[in-house]
């Protein structure tokens, strides 16, 4: 594996579009630049270690990543990432599972439903395919940009490769799904929350369901195992860390751009979500950089 060509890459490169969300770094850090976090997004999260060790926590798992190492993070799994040696080097992504939406002729499945169906944390160390993935997030990061066209298709059909691979190592998971009405329901409901997440409701989320306001609530409790307002305030706080980390918006307008009423309740959600304050995270995110 030749990482000469990496020596002259910027230590990070970040971008990130409303419309388009991907989020593509190499990072070169030193022991202290991780403060150990602990947060949780809607994004799906890979890291391939290049050299040294990451430490990786979850609630279930601590999970030390040496050279070649691929890891993949699931949708609103709660984790810390940490140096483990005093330097190292990685490629970590981060996507919206609508990033690799197919559009066919015949309906399928969201893609956040096989996303779903996986585990919380899947590591690969030791494994065949290494040299294979490490050069799947390489052609990513190359391709990371929003001012050519070509790149941008590049980097989606190399991020739909990664997501191919994971599913087809997990392939009994997957051929085991069955879908039915509830299924079609909650990925709808799901689309729903995440557009109009600042403006949504329990009644708009019941109308859109077409289901009674008592029934839905009943419904949404069963399939997602939180309460209609846990899961609201959830997509609320995931969105205001992406705008805390890549807009120059202060908190206020930030807290009212994501359906918070006011600057309090939202400063007390997102610590009791995070651990840490509104202000504290995005300097957390500037001094990362």
């Known amino acids: 594996m030749d990482n000469t060509a990496l020596k002259n890459k910027p230590v990070s490169k970040n971008i990130k579009n409303a419309n388009y969300f991907i989020d593509v770094t190499y990072r070169n850090l030193p022991n202290s630049s991780y403060s150990d976090i602990t947060h949780h997004h809607k994004s799906i999260e ?24 691929f890891i993949f993070i699931n949708s609103n799994v709660a984790h810390s990432i940490k140096s483990y040696s005093p330097h190292n080097e990685h490629y970590r992504i981060k996507f919206d599972p609508s990033v690799i939406e197919l559009k066919v002729s015949q309906p399928i499945p969201h893609t956040s439903y096989f996303f779903f169906s996986l585990p919380d944390v899947l590591l690969y160390n030791d494994f065949e395919d290494r040299d294979y993935i490490y050069n799947l997030c390489r052609r990513c990061y190359d391709s990371f940009t929003y001012d050519n066209f070509s790149k941008r298709l590049i980097l989606q059909a190399t991020i739909l490769e990664l997501a191919a691979y994971i599913f087809e190592k997990n392939g009994d998971i997957i051929r085991n799904l069955n879908f039915n009405d509830e299924d079609s329901i909650f990925l709808d409901t799901v689309k729903y929350i995440n557009q109009n997440y600042a403006t949504v409701t329990l009644e708009k989320a ?34 205001s860390i992406e705008y805390l980390s890549n807009s120059s918006m202060n908190i206020s307008q930030i807290a009212l751009q994501c359906g918070f009423s006011n600057l309090s309740h939202f400063a007390k959600c997102f610590k009791e979500e995070t651990g840490i304050s509104p202000n504290k995270y995005r300097s957390f995110v500037q001094n990362a950089k």
């Open 206 to 239: 019941a109308k859109n369901a077409s289901m009674s306001y008592s029934y839905f609530s009943r419904f949404f409790k069963k399939e997602f195992n939180t309460t209609f307002t846990k899961y609201l305030t959830n997509v609320r706080i995931e969105k």
């Open 46 to 69: 890979l890291i391939y270690c290049i050299s040294g060790k990451i430490k990786v926590k979850t609630p279930h798992d601590e999970i030390i990543l040496t050279a070649s190492d």
